[in-house]
T-cell receptor, first 116, second 106 residues
Framework: GAGVSQSPRYKVAKRGQDVALRCDPISGHVSLFWYQQALGQGPEFLTYFQNEAQLDKSGLPSDRFFAERPEGSVSTLKIQRTQQEDSAVYLC??????????????FGPGTRLTVT | DAKTTQPNSMESNEEEPVHLPCNHSTISGTDYIHWYRQLPSQGPEYVIH???SNVNNRMASLAIAEDRKSSTLILHRATLRDAAVYYC???????FGAGTRLTVKP
């Protein structure tokens, strides 16, 4: 069946531009997670949705980062006024399990953001 | 405070078993141990999880120490496609850490 998809796969932005990254989770999955992965590092948790509710955003690095999942399915991660330190791979994961748990998460291929 | 500790890298020969260790000395009694792996240019994929007893699935086995302060992910016959970064995660902690980069030599 279809897995988690993310678009675009690659994004180059000039410093100061706004970007929007899309995640299409597996159909019917209640939970959705966003992670940021810097080069050579493991994924760092950003935020968690249960259906349309954003229950945890403790990992968002600044108020320039904003995520939404208005209908409990597709999610968008928006970064305003991008900075070079925002360059990373942004991973989305969905899960049929409710709760902020590192269990049975299905990851997308990620969006590689490069800020120049 | 690193909740889990893993070696940075390991090497294995193809078709030989691989034992990937993880230390989690401050684990609590209700914390599960989860393993994910990340193949090159892909998102992580779930491998296995356990609480106290050893666990087996089609991908791997998980051996958990009796005191639960450490665990070992076992790949019974490594293949070239098992070359990846392996992450050990403790409990409900959402931190992956740097993981162990496994290289499989033909």
């Amino acid at each position: 069946g279809a897995g988690v998809s993310q678009s675009p796969r690659y994004k180059v932005a000039k410093r100061g531009q706004d970007v929007a990254l899309r995640c299409d989770p597996i159909s019917g999955h209640v939970s959705l997670f966003w992670y940021q992965q810097a080069l050579g590092q493991g994924p760092e948790f950003l935020t968690y949705f249960q259906n349309e509710a954003q229950l945890d955003k403790s990992g968002l690095p600044s108020d320039r980062f904003f995520a939404e999942r208005p209908e409990g399915s597709v999610s968008t991660l928006k970064i305003q006024r991008t900075q070079q330190e925002d360059s990373a791979v942004y991973l989305c994961a969905s899960s049929p399990i409710t709760g902020l748990l590192p269990y049975e998460q299905y990851f997308g291929p990620g969006t590689r953001l490069t800020v120049t | 405070d690193a909740k889990t500790t893993q070696p940075n890298s390991m090497e294995s020969n193809e078709e030989e078993p691989v034992h990937l260790p993880c230390n989690h000395s401050t684990i609590s009694g209700t914390d599960y141990i989860h393993w994910y792996r990340q193949l090159p240019s892909q998102g992580p994929e779930y491998v296995i999880h356990g609480l106290t007893s050893n666990v087996n699935n089609r991908m791997a086995s998980l051996a958990i120490a009796e005191d639960r302060k450490s665990s070992t992910l076992i790949l019974h016959r490594a293949t070239l496609r098992d070359a990846a970064v392996y992450y050990c995660i403790r409990g409900n902690d959402m931190r992956f850490g740097a993981g162990t980069r496994l290289t499989v030599k033909p």
